[in-house]
C-alpha cells in the first residue's frame, strides 16, 4: 500500500518561532537567577513592535527589552527598528496555591515534593516515537527540520549571499507498505535580498541545503523541488507577517502526523505541564522504542490542574507491539514517576537552557534530558513481569 506523510518546519527567523525563542530566552533568564521562577510568557510580533505578555514570578530583576533587542539582533533582524512594549504581571495566587499544594495532599502534614506539587495546567500531552530514523522521529520531520537548520547556518556563515532570516520548508515522502520509499516534493521559501538572481538561489540552495541532506537513493528525477514558488520574498519577518507564541506546535513536535493536545511549549516553566508532561511522553515513548517493545509508540497522558497524579494514561503502538498495550502502559506506570515534580527533577528542567531547544523541534533525537533518558533495562524488567 503507497501513502504521502508531510510535515513543515520554519527557520529561527519566522516571525512566529522568533516568538518562541524571545519567550524562552526570558524563561532561561528568569531560571537562571530563581530555579523556582514561574513564568507563563507570550508575545507577539509586528512591524516594528514586540508586545512581550503574560505572568512572570522571579526572584530576581529580568531585563526583557534587553532580551528581545539581544535575540532579534542575534536571529538577524535590526533591533533598532522596534519598539517594545511589556506587560506583565505576577502569577495568579489561585494558580500558585493549586501548585505548590496538590489537592491529594491539602489538609495533611504530608512535605514529599513530588506528591505536593500540582500541575500547572490541565489536559492531555502526547509524546511519540518510531524507529523509522534513529532519531525516533518520521522521516518527512527529520528532513523539513534539517532544512531549516542549514539555511539559519547558510545565512550566518555567509555560505549562500543575500537570503534573510525568514524562511521555512516542507518535505513529502512517499511510503510503500510504511516504509519510505522516496521524496515526492520538497518546498523551501526563504527570504532574500531585493537584487537577488532567483536561478542562483535555486542553485545555491539545492547544492548547499538540499544536497548534503537527501540520499540519492530517495531523491529521484519525478521529485518536485519549488524553491520560493511564490516568486520573491524580500520582505519578511514581522514586517510581511504577524508573530506568536504557540503558533507552530506541531513544528515543535511531530509535523501533525501524531496526536497533539493543543498546549504550546515556548515561555512556560516546567510546572505547566503541557510543556514538561509533553518532554516526559516524549521520554517514555522513545524508551518504548529503544526497549524494542513496539516499532512505533504514542503515550497520552492527562492532567488536572492542582493535582499530582496523571489521571490518565494511554498507549498506542499501532499493532505493532510484541506485547498488548496494556501491558506496556502497566509498564509505563510502574517505571516512571509522572508526577510534574518527580518529571522537573527526573529531566532537570530547573536548568536554563529552553531556548537551545526552540527551533527546529523539541524532539530530534539529541537536544534536551528527554531525549537522553534510558530506562530501557527497567522497562524491559517490568513488561517481562506482567506477561509471567
Not at 58 to 85: A, H, M, Q
Not at 142 to 147: D, E, H, M, Q, R
Not at 283 to 302: D, F, M, W, Y
Request: proline share 4%; aromatic share 6%.
Amino acid at each position: 500500500m503507497t501513502n504521502f506523510k508531510t510535515a513543515e518546519s520554519v527557520c529561527k527567523g519566522h516571525p512566529d518561532k522568533l516568538c518562541d525563542i524571545i519567550a524562552d530566552r526570558i524563561l532561561d533568564e528568569c531560571v537562571s537567577l530563581d530555579p523556582c521562577s514561574r513564568v507563563a510568557c507570550e508575545v507577539m510580533a509586528t512591524k516594528g513592535r514586540i508586545f512581550v505578555c503574560g505572568e512572570i514570578t522571579c526572584n530576581g530583576s529580568v531585563n526583557i527589552r534587553r532580551i528581545v533587542r539581544d535575540t532579534l539582533r542575534e536571529i538577524g533582524y535590526n533591533p533598532l527598528k522596534f519598539i517594545i512594549f511589556v506587560y506583565v504581571h505576577r502569577q495568579s495566587p489561585d494558580i500558585k496555591g493549586g501548585v505548590d499544594r496538590a489537592l491529594g495532599v491539602r489538609g495533611t502534614p504530608n512535605k514529599d515534593i513530588f506528591a505536593t506539587t500540582g500541575a500547572g495546567d490541565q489536559g492531555t500531552v502526547y509524546g511519540y516515537a518510531t524507529s523509522e530514523t534513529w532519531q525516533k522521529l518520521p522521516l518527512p520531520v527529520v528532513l523539513a527540520n534539517g532544512i531549516c537548520k542549514r539555511l539559519d547556518e547558510a545565512m550566518n556563515n555567509h555560505t549562500i549571499r543575500g537570503i534573510g532570516p525568514d524562511g521555512k520548508a516542507q518535505v513529502t515522502v512517499e511510503y510503500e507498505d510504511g516504509e519510505p520509499k522516496r521524496i515526492a516534493n520538497i518546498i523551501v521559501s526563504v527570504q532574500h535580498h531585493k537584487n537577488k538572481d532567483l536561478k542562483e538561489l535555486r542553485r545555491e540552495i539545492i547544492t548547499e541545503v538540499l544536497y548534503p541532506l537527501f540520499d540519492s537513493t530517495v531523491v529521484d528525477n519525478d521529485t518536485e523541488i519549488l524553491i520560493n514558488p511564490s516568486g520573491r520574498f524580500v520582505e519578511g519577518g514581522p514586517a510581511a507577517d504577524t508573530g506568536l507564541t504557540g503558533r507552530k506546535i506541531m513544528v515543535d513536535t511531530y509535523g501533525g502526523l501524531a496526536a497533539h493536545g493543543g498546549g504550546a511549549f515556548s515561555g512556560k516553566d516546567a510546572t505547566k505541564v503541557d510543556r514538561s508532561g509533553a518532554y516526559m511522553a516524549r521520554a517514555v515513548a522513545r524508551n518504548v522504542i529503544g526497549a524494542h517493545l513496539a516499532e512505533e509508540c504514542q503515550v497520552a497522558i492527562s492532567y488536572a490542574i492542582g493535582k499530582a497524579e496523571p489521571t490518565a494514561i494511554e498507549v498506542n503502538t499501532f499493532g505493532t507491539g510484541i506485547v498488548s498495550d496494556d501491558i506496556i502502559r502497566k509498564a509505563i506506570s510502574e517505571v516512571f514517576d509522572l508526577r510534574p515534580a518527580a518529571i522537573i527533577s527526573l529531566l532537570r528542567l530547573r536548568t536554563p537552557r529552553f531556548a537551545d531547544t526552540t527551533a527546529y523541534g523539541h524532539f530530534n533525537g539529541y537536544k534536551g534530558t528527554w531525549e537522553s533518558l534510558d530506562k530501557t533495562a527497567e522497562l524491559k524488567k517490568a513488561v517481562e513481569k506482567y506477561v509471567d
